[in-house]
């Protein structure tokens, strides 16, 4: 790869990772009470309704606003970039006949982007809870490195990669599948794919959200496996929203970074 091919692959990332970060802030105004409640379920148990509500009435679910806004560019800028130089690997888009193709892509690329992202990951899930007590983003920074040192902003990596990478297959590889069953060719159709896509992969991926939630929060995950199977699935349900509208936004704006998937598309029809 020549320093002209990787001058534009880093910029059609930068492009698309930008995008992506400004349809997904009004996203995050709207799911940022979410995800807090959410991560709320992953640490006590009790119902996504009952956690919602407490934590509205004290005024908590807006704690993690400015830390997820601040990490949107760069985790999607990286995914991209990411993204586009595995695609690269297999031998570019005209080589991506077949979805088990893109679902090799999806877990290269969930498996190696948190190792970059997961500082700003970590601020973000510690600023969800408002147990820790931090007053704002510069605060949980400051105080996590004097107390816990700098390989903390890195805890839960192990889950993280392995729950991304579970992810990034399964949504990778239900999205030709779906999109070879819409009929038009339309933006709606790439929207629709992306999300249902994002939904699978929210399922499988989700009880290595709560060994990453574990970690994090640092609450004991033995407990929560002595409470069975449904434990782990606590806060499922809200939590694929996000999850959901990201797979839409990514899977329309592909195209942006030279990910053509109609080759896996026209492969799966003709079979």
């Not at 400004?22 to 709207?30: D, F, H």
């Not at 989700?206 to 407990?223: H, I, K």
Request: aromatic share 10%.
């Amino acid at each position: 790869m020549t320093t002209c091919d990787l001058q534009t692959r880093i910029v059609g990332a930068v492009i698309s990772g930008s995008a992506h970060a400004a349809l997904e802030q009004p996203t995050i105004l709207v799911s940022c009470p979410i995800v807090a409640a959410t991560e709320r379920c992953r640490t006590n148990g009790r119902r996504f309704a009952a956690n919602i509500r407490e934590m509205h009435l004290k005024g908590q679910l807006w704690r993690s606003k400015n830390a997820q806004m601040m990490a949107s560019l760069p985790k999607s800028v990286t995914y991209y970039l990411l993204f586009r130089s595995y695609t690269d690997l297999v031998g570019g888009s005209e080589k991506l006949n077949d979805p088990t193709k893109t679902a090799m892509i999806g877990m290269l690329t969930g498996a190696t982007e948190p190792i970059v992202t997961a500082p700003f990951n970590f601020v973000n899930y510690r600023m969800q809870l408002p147990d820790w007590g931090y007053r704002g983003v510069r605060d949980c920074v400051s105080r996590v490195y004097k107390t816990e040192g700098l390989t903390a902003f890195w805890s839960g990596l192990a889950p993280t990669i392995v729950r991304n990478s579970v992810h990034g297959g399964c949504m990778w590889y239900s999205i030709p599948l779906i999109e070879s069953k819409l009929s038009d060719d339309t933006p709606a159709k790439k929207l629709v794919a992306g999300a249902a896509g994002g939904l699978v992969g929210s399922f499988f991926s989700y009880p290595f959200e709560m060994v990453r939630a574990s970690m994090v929060q640092q609450f004991d995950l033995r407990r929560i496996q002595k409470q069975g199977m449904s434990r782990l699935f606590a806060g499922w349900a809200p939590g694929a929203t996000y999850l959901t509208v990201s797979g839409a936004i990514v899977n329309y704006l592909l195209p942006m970074i030279g990910v053509d998937t109609s080759n896996i598309k026209a492969s799966i029809i003709d079979a």
